[in-house]
Structures are given as structure tokens and as C-alpha cells.
């Protein structure tokens, strides 16, 4: 009997130290629409990396914790999954969301709750102009994405080579979703397309519900551009698909959000070929060398590639918990100062964040070295890099109804 | 040349509207059930095709035929789960059978369109078109696939009126529209004709959504909207009037198109609306409908 | 009346729902804080449907007028949030009687109809004059009523009260009455020498008042107005599904039925994306078979014991 209580006793003191260790996770909060292409890549991703980082012993010693909300396209879902994540359980901080709009919504609370933030996969460029403008409020959010404009310049410098080099494009005309993130995009496309030589002759901003392109291809047509520019990631499959049943003879080129996924050739069936889209990784390509060992993980792991979304997840957890190994603490303000400090190499390149005199502030660096983005093309039912030019990657290849230009 | 673009354009999407709302207006008329669950049939039906076609290599013909088969046994399974118990019941007071139709097929539309998001998400899908490529009309280049819908869908139209007014089955159908009391009185069941005409229904349904996934493509999001343009075409038209919808279903396809080619592809919808609250205001009626 | 069980029942829940924010989490207030106003615009409807009998498929259309309203005026004139708030009402009624007016001569689904279509246009007008509206991103909010959640929560709370205690007197009024009158049977109404539409145009004022004072809310509770919190369809339909489960024409139960979505939604999260599809499939189950909704239930149950 005694002896017993005396064990137990020795055991319980034995395990104390263990018990404290592991008992509370590091908790961070992952919202996005599951259901979406875009949005089902991040909790994934998201696991992905806290599973290795459990692997590897957790941080200081404590495990990482994913909890995953649905906020079902929702602004308003979206902002009360941040409130339960918040106060109900207590996460750390919050990788959120791929659409502007449900960001934009989250920012003053991010504010308010001071909760540290990142999102994965929105490209307006209010998310860090208002961090910018109102850093005491709002210094809790980060940008892990590129923003629209510098995505802009990002096609514009691979239009050097690619459009004006090899496609022989001398116009164009900008093709873009009316939403939150085209803005800025449109407003540097039609700046930075004719300081590389090509001239816009018309800028069409349509619907996110159009369904019929008929006619928006149609006039694209007759003013006879010879390339389309695209800012598009609400609409994908059916402008594409359109176009390859239509047999309109100007390629695109640009950005097409959902023809990251490797789904889209499957949902196109296989209208996709020739598709020029703007990537920040690729599952093909070394941009770091964590890209293609993750891109593997991912999709042995889950049975499809990554969308972009995907990749930066990943890296957001990885950063998130580099910077709370580094504060010591999850204190929030903490957590931010670390979190500027940043200097990692994750799978979308060299990430530093931009400080407080960039208008991109808490914006991620784009320059070579840092992050560059890639072009990528569809090509018989593969994605393939065009650019940047080194030995991997491929020519740009067309279907034959596309007419280049001369 | 613009004009010619116009006429036959609108002519393909007109044509497949006019599909769309045919068996909405056709359910309307005979048992005076509006379905708000129409859209998410045509998604079914589309996805479906798409999955067949596709990962499970039945081709285009063969996805295309259990595509519209979905259609019809989700058009049966709307029948039998949802607007058949609400019609027997005796709980719910005759005349808020109506609201209670609307409440049961809109919870049932979310359900079928949560349901497809769950499993195939919600991007787009787009069925294998019947006939791929291009031919040229008079200088515009055309879709072979545009033809085949435009033409598909008149012939569901003209055999749906051979149908209706050429054969005794289809005369009751007439009959029942009309008065379906007095059709009871001469010893018809009327459970056996809602039975016909949830078959037709959901022929026609599948048969829509099939189509509009091999033009435009379907996503589970489209649901809702697509339930709206079938609903806004057969108030126009006037409620339960067919050949009103046909019309209906012209004036909409047509202003559409007008808008995105010659105003902006952005307010598309917008003259439709605008033109929907003047006729239902000066002509509640609709274009053809009887008081 | 005031010594009925009935009546002490509801006392008592109401003073328990009056001491939550004493021993609950701010994360269950903050969902009740929602499901509050919610609960607003569902009564609010259910005073139009239940009594004057027109089904209004456009509610979020009274409530998008009110609640871009006030945004606007406090993101641009800076204006404080009661004023907003008055001026966002205000809006609500004129939008509404203006849509009502002529609507009201139709009846069933035309009606039904005109709504929808107005919440379309609005969403559309929105998106269109994105310069001043914010679009589909929506505008951020300077003020909010309260940053912590008990306060929010009793004003939500208060609000919900006062709104519900107004529209059931008025439903169980001599005037409800006659709407109900009206609802059932407008010939008949009107050869008793009621003015139909006049009574009926009342209703869709007071309707549009509540919706429009629960959206401006609503929003200084959120921080931001968009489209997709207060104008989209979805959240119609989520109105109208409210308040049909909670029990049609009773007031009450379309409250009910704002909290019963809510909470249920809360408790199936770990389902993830399929949580919507549990909670139609419950909705229609309970439409189908209990058609009284929750409130009918429980008065089925009275009557039996």
C-alpha cells in the first residue's frame, strides 16, 4: 500500500516537468473557404508544416497546434472565426484567407484583438498600405503574398523576354475581374506594359459572375490585340475554356489564379493548353531549395500539387514559429517585432518583410534574391516554368488556333 | 458584321435559357410548384456529365446521357423528399403550401449545392462539348458546340410541344394546367400526372445543365443565380405560360448580349433587372401570361 | 396576463439572457451579439409575412439601405453613430416605401419577385459606384459601438428586446389584426371597410424601419459594411429560414430561430465546410414535419399537457 503511494507520488514528481512541457500547443489559427481550389490548400499546407515542425521537437519545446475554420467565402464567417480564434482558443496568431475582401474585413480586427496576422494567398495592396498608414493600430499584419502591384511588375519583367522577345506582341489588351485586388494590378499593368513596349489598346474589367465570355472575347477580338493580359482568380475555368472552344487566336497571358492548380486541367478538360500564368513556386521549379522537397510532401501527402496558396502557407507557419522561438513568448507584440526581423528562405524564395517608410510596409521584399515569381504555361496537361530562363526551363509552345504576333 | 455576332450569339444563350426555364415555368403551371432547388439540378446534372466524361471515360455522349439521367433522379428525389410530403401534409394549412414549397426547395437547393462543393469543390466544371472545333457562319466564327446547343435545345422544345399537344398524355397535362379539380372529376389521378411531369421536368432540367456545362461550364456556385434567371425569365414571360417563357427567354438572352457587346460586360444584367421591374409593375401579368 | 406561465417564463429566460455576459465567454457573446440582430430583421420579416401576408424575398434590401447609409455617413461625413443610425433607418423607409408602393398592388409571387430584384440591383448599384460605396472590398468603419464584448452584447441585447416587445404588440394589436385580415383574406378585408393597402404599406414601413436600425448595427458592430454581410441573398434566405423554423407568425419565434441557426452552426464547425449542409437538412426536417416550427412545438406540447 505504502510503497504504492509512495511510486505514485515519485511518478506523479517525475512527470511533472513533462506535463508542463507538453501541455499547452502553440495554437494558430487557419481560416479559409475549404471548398475552393485556392482556399483548400492552406489548412493543408499548414499542417503539413506543423507536422514537421512537431517532428523536429516543436517550438521550445512545445507543439504546434492547427485549428482550422471554414469561413465559406464569408466576410462576416471570416470575422467570427477570428473572434473564436481569438478568445474561445487561444491561438498564437492566424494564417487567413486567399480573397482580399475577407482579408481587408479581418484587418482592424487583427487591430482590435492584436492578434498577429498573415495571409497566405489576397494580393490587394490596402492590406499593407493600411499598415502603412496606421501602424500602432494595425502593425499586427503581414503580408505573405505579393501584392497586386508588385505581382503586375513581376509579369511585366517576364513580358521583356516572353512577350516582347519571343511572342513578337506589340499590343494588348488588359483583361481583369472587377474585385478588390485587380485595381491596383490594372493601374500597373497599363503603366508598366508600355514601358516594355507593349501598347494597351483597351482595358476590359468584367463581372466576377459573368459565365459568358462570348462577347467580351469577341470585342477583344476585333480590336485585334496580340496578346490578352489577364488579371483574373474568381473566374478560370470558363473564360478558358471559352477561349479554346471559341478558337480565339490571341493568347493569354497574365494572371489566372486557379490554373495554379493542378485540377484545372482536369476541369478545362484540357482547354488549358498554351495558358501563360503568373506563379510565385512551382512543384517543377528549385526557386529555393525547399520548393520541390514541400511540392513532393504535398502532394504524396494530400494527391494533388499545391495551389499557390499552399506554398505560402507553409512557409507562414514556419515563419510564424520561428518568430515565437525567437521572442521566447507568444505576446503578440512580441511576436510582431520578431516577426519583422525576418530573414528565411521558404519555398517562394529569400522572404524579408518591408518596414515602416515602404508603402508595402510588412509587404514581402520582390527583388532578385528575394522573390522574383516565375511564369508558368500549360503544356499538354502539364505546368511547366518559361520563365526565368535558366537550364530547366522550357519554350513557350501555343495551340494552333493562336496567332502570334509578327 | 457586329450585328450578325450579336444575332447568333444570342441566339445560342437565348436558346438554352429558353431550355432552362421551360420545365420551371412547365412544373409551375401543371402542379403550381416554383422549384428554388432548379438551379442546383442543373448543377448536379452538369457535374456529373463532367465526372462521367471525364474520370470515369464514358465520352462526351455517354457523360452526357448520365448527366441527364442524374438530372431526373434528382428531379425525383426533390419530388418524393421534399415537395410531396409538404403538398400531403395536413399539419401545414392549404394556403401556405406555397411558402412552405419555396422554404423546403430552397433548404433542399443549398443542401444539393453543399453537397457537390463537398465533393468535386466549388470550381467550375465544364463538360466535354459533343462536337469540339469551329465553322464559319457568313464570316463569324462559330463553335461547332454552339450549334449543337442551340439546336439540342429547340429539339427538347419541339418534342416537348408534340408532346403536349399532340399525344392524350400530354393533353391531360394540358388539362391539369388549366383545372386540375375538374381533371379529378373525370377520374384522372392527379398524383400520377405531378408524376409525369416531375419526369419531364427533370429531363428537361438534366438535359439544360448538361448543355450549359459543355458552353459556358458550371460551378456549384452558380446554383442560386442560375434558379434567379429561370425564375426572372418565366415571371416575364408570364407565370406558367411556355410559350411566354420562349419569348421571355429571347428578350433576355438578347438584352444580355446588347448590354456586353455594346455597353459593358460589367452591368450585363443590370437593363434585364431594370426591364424585369417595369413589366412585372406595368404588365404583372408578364408579356404572355393570362390574368 | 402578467401572472401566466407563460408570461413568467419568458421573464425568467430574459434575465438569464440579460446575465450572460456575467458568466460567459466573449467568443459565445459575440455569436449571440449576431445572432441578436439577426433576429431583428427576422422578426421584422416575419411581421410582413406572418401577418400581412406578402412574402418579401428581399429583406437584406431594407437592411443594405439602412446599414450603407449609416457607413457612408460615418466613413464620410464622420457624423456620430446615433445620428447614423437615425438617418441609415430613415433610409431604410423611404428605400422601402418606395419599392413598396407599387409593388403592393401585386400579390404572391410577383411581389416576391420585385423583392428579389431590388436586393440585385442595390448589390449591383453597389459594385457599380465602387468609388463611393467600397465595392465589392466594402468600407471599414471609424466607430464601433463597443470594442469589448459585453457591452456589444448588451446592446445587442437591448436592441433585440425593445424591437421584439414593439413589433408584438403591434402584431397582437388591434392593427395586427386587421393585417392579419388582410394576409388571409384582402377581399373580404376590404369589403369591412379596412384600407388593405394602406395597413399592408404600414407593415412594410415598420418592417423597413427595424431592418434598417438592425443592419446600421449591426455594422458599427462588425467595423465594416459589404456586401456579403448585408445585401447578398444568402443572408435573405438566412432570414427567412430563421424565421419560418422558429414559427411563422409569431414574432418571437423568428428570433428563436436567428439563435437556434447560429448556435447550431457554432456546434457543427468541426464539420467544417459540410456544417451548412447539417443545418439545411435540420431546417427542412423540421419545416416538413413540424411545419408550427419550434414555437409550434412547444405550443403542441402545451396543449397536450
Known amino acids: 500500500m505504502r510503497g504504492g503511494l509512495l511510486g505514485a507520488l515519485l511518478a506523479a514528481g517525475l512527470c511533472l516537468p513533462a506535463t508542463a512541457r507538453a501541455a499547452d500547443p502553440i495554437k494558430f489559427g487557419v481560416i479559409a473557404e475549404t471548398s475552393a481550389i485556392g482556399g483548400a490548400s492552406i489548412p493543408k499546407a499548414a499542417q503539413l508544416a506543423a507536422d514537421e515542425i512537431n517532428a523536429a521537437g516543436g517550438v521550445n519545446g512545445r507543439k504546434i497546434e492547427i485549428v482550422v475554420y471554414d469561413d465559406h467565402n464569408s466576410a462576416a464567417d471570416a470575422v467570427r472565426a477570428f473572434q473564436r480564434a481569438h478568445s474561445e482558443d487561444k491561438v498564437s496568431a492566424v494564417i487567413a484567407s486567399y480573397i482580399s475582401e475577407v482579408v481587408l474585413a479581418l484587418e482592424p480586427w487583427a487591430g482590435r484583438l492584436k492578434m498577429p496576422m498573415i495571409t497566405p494567398g489576397a494580393a490587394s495592396d490596402d492590406i499593407t498600405k493600411r499598415v502603412h498608414n496606421d501602424y500602432d493600430h494595425l502593425k499586427y499584419v503581414f503580408h505573405g503574398y505579393l501584392a497586386s502591384t508588385q505581382i503586375a511588375d513581376s509579369v511585366c519583367e517576364a513580358g521583356k523576354q516572353l512577350l516582347v522577345k519571343d511572342m513578337k506582341a506589340k499590343t494588348a489588351v488588359v483583361m481583369s475581374e472587377d474585385a478588390a485586388w485587380t485595381l491596383p494590378l490594372d493601374n500597373e499593368y497599363l503603366k508598366c506594359l508600355p514601358q516594355i513596349g507593349v501598347k494597351v489598346i483597351d482595358h476590359i474589367r468584367l463581372s466576377p459572375d459573368t459565365t459568358d465570355f462570348t462577347p467580351i472575347f469577341n470585342k477583344i477580338e476585333g480590336e485585334k490585340p496580340d496578346v490578352i493580359v489577364t488579371g483574373i482568380s474568381h473566374v478560370g475555368v470558363q473564360p478558358t475554356v471559352q477561349w479554346q472552344q471559341q478558337q480565339v487566336p490571341i493568347p493569354m497571358f497574365g494572371v489566372s489564379s486557379q490554373a495554379t492548380s493542378s485540377t484545372f486541367w482536369k476541369d478545362t478538360n484540357g482547354a488549358a493548353n498554351g495558358v501563360v500564368f503568373q506563379m510565385a513556386s512551382a512543384p517543377d521549379v528549385a526557386v529555393s531549395p525547399k520548393t520541390i522537397p514541400f511540392a513532393k510532401k504535398y502532394t504524396a501527402k494530400y494527391g494533388v500539387t499545391p495551389a499557390y496558396s499552399g506554398y505560402t502557407a507553409y512557409d507562414d507557419v514556419y515563419m510564424f514559429a520561428d518568430a515565437i522561438k525567437r521572442a521566447g513568448s507568444t505576446d503578440a507584440d512580441k511576436i510582431v517585432a520578431e516577426m519583422e526581423k525576418t530573414d528565411y528562405v521558404g519555398t517562394l524564395g529569400r522572404i524579408v518583410f518591408l518596414g515602416r517608410d515602404s508603402q508595402f510596409t510588412h509587404g514581402m521584399k520582390v527583388a532578385p534574391g528575394y522573390i522574383t515569381g516565375l511564369m508558368e504555361q500549360w503544356q499538354d496537361g502539364k505546368q511547366v516554368t518559361v520563365w526565368p530562363s535558366s537550364a530547366g526551363t522550357a519554350k513557350l509552345a501555343f495551340p494552333k488556333f493562336v496567332k502570334l504576333g509578327q | ?291 | 396576463m402578467l401572472k401566466s406561465p407563460k408570461f413568467i417564463a419568458t421573464m425568467v429566460i430574459l434575465v438569464v439572457m440579460a446575465l450572460l455576459p456575467l458568466g460567459v465567454g466573449g467568443y459565445i457573446l459575440g455569436l449571440l451579439t449576431l445572432a441578436y440582430y439577426y433576429g431583428v430583421i427576422a422578426m421584422a420579416w416575419d411581421l410582413l409575412f406572418g401577418f400581412a401576408g406578402e412574402v418579401n424575398f428581399g429583406p437584406t434590401f431594407l437592411v443594405g439601405t439602412g446599414a450603407y447609409t449609416a457607413a457612408m455617413l460615418n466613413h464620410y461625413a464622420g457624423w456620430p453613430i446615433p445620428v447614423c443610425l437615425f438617418v441609415g433607418a430613415v433610409a431604410a423607409v423611404v428605400g422601402g416605401a418606395i419599392l413598396a408602393v407599387p409593388a403592393l398592388r401585386l400579390s404572391g409571387p410577383y411581389f416576391g419577385l420585385v423583392t428579389l430584384v431590388a436586393v440585385l440591383l442595390l448589390q449591383n448599384f453597389i459594385v457599380l459606384f465602387a468609388g463611393t460605396t467600397g465595392g465589392e472590398i466594402g468600407l471599414d468603419i471609424p466607430d464601433v459601438l463597443a470594442i469589448d464584448a459585453a457591452p456589444n452584447y448588451w446592446y445587442a441585447f437591448g436592441f433585440m428586446v425593445v424591437s421584439g416587445g414593439l413589433l408584438y404588440g403591434l402584431a397582437n394589436s388591434p392593427v395586427g389584426l386587421i393585417l392579419q385580415a388582410s394576409g388571409q383574406d384582402a377581399i373580404e378585408a376590404s369589403a369591412l371597410g379596412f384600407n388593405v393597402t394602406k395597413h399592408k404599406l404600414a407593415a412594410f414601413c415598420v418592417s423597413a424601419l427595424f431592418s434598417g436600425l438592425a443592419g446600421g448595427m449591426l455594422i458599427f458592430y462588425l467595423g465594416t459594411v459589404s456586401v456579403g454581410t448585408v445585401v447578398d441573398l444568402t443572408i435573405g434566405v438566412q432570414v427567412i429560414i430563421a424565421a419560418v423554423l422558429g414559427g411563422r407568425r409569431t414574432i418571437l419565434g423568428a428570433a428563436i430561430g436567428s439563435i437556434f441557426l447560429i448556435v447550431a452552426g457554432e456546434i457543427l464547425r468541426p464539420l467544417g465546410q459540410l456544417s451548412t449542409f447539417v443545418v439545411s437538412a435540420i431546417a427542412l426536417v423540421v419545416i416538413l414535419f413540424f411545419p408550427g416550427g419550434f414555437l409550434g412545438i412547444l405550443q403542441r406540447g402545451e396543449g397536450r399537457s
Open chain 2, 1 to 291: 458584321m457586329l450585328g450578325l455576332q450579336i444575332l447568333i450569339d444570342g441566339f445560342a444563350i437565348s436558346s438554352l435559357y429558353a431550355l432552362g426555364a421551360i420545365g420551371f415555368t412547365l412544373m409551375f403551371g401543371v402542379s403550381g410548384v416554383l422549384n428554388l432547388s432548379h438551379g442546383a439540378i442543373m448543377v448536379v446534372a452538369a457535374v456529373v456529365a463532367w465526372l462521367f466524361a471525364g474520370s470515369y471515360g464514358a465520352g462526351p455522349y455517354g457523360g452526357a446521357l448520365v448527366g441527364v439521367l442524374a438530372g431526373v433522379v434528382t428531379a425525383f428525389a426533390t419530388y418524393l423528399l421534399v415537395v410531396r410530403p409538404i403538398q400531403t401534409s395536413r399539419s401545414i394549412p392549404g394556403e401556405e403550401k406555397e411558402i412552405f414549397v419555396l422554404t423546403g426547395t430552397l433548404l433542399w437547393g443549398i443542401m444539393l449545392q453543399e453537397a457537390v462543393a463537398y465533393l468535386f469543390t466549388n470550381n467550375p466544371k465544364t463538360v466535354r462539348p459533343l462536337l469540339p472545333g469551329v465553322v464559319n457562319l457568313l464570316g463569324v466564327r462559330t463553335p461547332t458546340n454552339e450549334i449543337v446547343t442551340a439546336a439540342i435545345s429547340w429539339a427538347a422544345i419541339g418534342l416537348l410541344w408534340l408532346l403536349v399537344n399532340r399525344t392524350r398524355t400530354g393533353k391531360t397535362l394540358l388539362a391539369a394546367s388549366i383545372n386540375p379539380r375538374g381533371l379529378t372529376l373525370l377520374g384522372f389521378e392527379l398524383s400520377r400526372i405531378y408524376i409525369l411531369v416531375w419526369a419531364i421536368y427533370g429531363v428537361l432540367a438534366g438535359l439544360a445543365g448538361v448543355l450549359l456545362g459543355a458552353f459556358l461550364g458550371v460551378s456549384s456556385d452558380n446554383a442560386g443565380t442560375l434558379t434567379a434567371s429561370a425564375f426572372s425569365i418565366v415571371v416575364l414571360g408570364g407565370l406558367g405560360s411556355v410559350s411566354g417563357s420562349l419569348v421571355a427567354a429571347y428578350v433576355v438572352g438578347y438584352l444580355e448580349t446588347l448590354t456586353a457587346y455594346l455597353i459593358s460586360p460589367s452591368i450585363r444584367t443590370v437593363p434585364v433587372l431594370l426591364l424585369l421591374v417595369v413589366v412585372v409593375y406595368l404588365r404583372p401579368q408578364g408579356l404572355l401570361g393570362r390574368r
